[in-house]
């Protein structure tokens, strides 16, 4: 019979590989992974994870009284493409909805067109160079989580009019993740990127990507921005990018991790900053940031990046809390062509 220090390796090793069955079962059941060559060729894009995900997304006014009146608050004033956007995203939910198929043929030519050069660039420029440092395109991270949406979008950046609106002030990087969108931003402001994430090892892997690339103007700041000044639970899910104040039921969480929460009006005060980006990806916690970051937001009319789709609430609400303001924003709503129906949708705003 092994002896007790064997016996409790043992346990361990068998621990650690139930842990890392669970993790590859969560990413299997609960995200879609990127199309295959030949389900692009065929038009068969997995909508598994949507049909999760957005399961309770409100698609008419059977589900939602006030349907046709948030449908038409969110379109006015939009232009064309953002129309199409939304319009496309409601439909394509509702037709993932009316099936237990799979593998639906969702996307146009042009989609699909753009949705294979991004999974070509990356299969043919990313590589691994330690096995804390994965290289793509002149960007390194500290695993090989290069996402489309911030890599070829830069979060929504491309779609804006005026970056030079920002150039020598503050971008705020809310749900800075592993430091990736920091990356992006370091370069656009000769002021500093002020990166939140509050969990404590993509923390610990945003000091490492600012390492990585001696991102001299980025500060990592280990606190999540919300409603009121405090601590707040946030629900600790296998695939790290999702952690949360605010949990969704499709995601399998393994615990929580108590964290400092400050506001953006209360953290922009004390350092004196002068804001001009504000980018929001905050797995469903859009709505609490944005309480706290209204005086900033009417003081000096940044830019915004935020992302609208965590929840029906937010895709319908963000828009006319900012809109109230009465600040002169011009807003677009813009979907990359990353092989999903409604992830990683973002309202741009850009005062006129």
Known sequence: ?????????????????????????????????????????????????????????????????????????????????????????????????????????????????????????????????????????????????????????????????????????????????????????????????????????NYAKLLKTIELNGLTNVVPCRMALGKEKGCAEMAKSMIASVNTQVPNSAVPYTGSETVEVTTLDSFVAENGLNVGLIKVDVEGAEQLLLCGALETIRRMKPALLFSIYHNADDFFRIKPILEELDLGYRFRIRHPAIGTVLTETMLIAETC
């Open 1 to 201: 019979m092994p002896d007790h220090e064997s016996a409790a390796k043992l346990l361990q090793t068998a621990e650690a590989l139930l842990v890392k069955q669970n993790q590859i079962l969560a990413r299997l059941n609960t995200f879609s992974t990127p199309a295959r060559p030949s389900e692009l060729e065929a038009n068969r894009i997995d909508t598994f994870r949507e049909r999760l995900y957005y399961r309770d997304f409100p698609l008419d006014e059977t589900q939602m009284p006030e349907f046709k009146e948030r449908f038409l608050r969110l379109v006015d004033g939009l232009d064309e493409t953002s129309v199409q956007t939304v319009v496309l995203a409601l439909n394509r939910l509702r037709k993932i909805r009316s099936t237990e198929e799979r593998y639906l043929p969702l996307y146009s030519d042009p989609e699909l067109k753009e949705y294979r050069e991004n999974l070509e660039r990356l299969s043919q420029e990313l590589i691994r160079l330690s096995e804390d440092c994965w290289y793509y395109h002149g960007w390194m991270l500290p695993e090989g989580d290069f996402e489309a949406s911030v890599f070829s979008e830069g979060c929504g950046l491309r779609h804006l009019e005026h970056p030079e609106r920002f150039a020598d002030r503050d971008i705020i990087d809310a749900g800075a993740y592993i430091g990736d969108s920091a990356l992006v931003f370091s370069p656009l402001t000769e002021a500093r990127v002020w990166a939140f994430e509050p969990t404590a090892e």
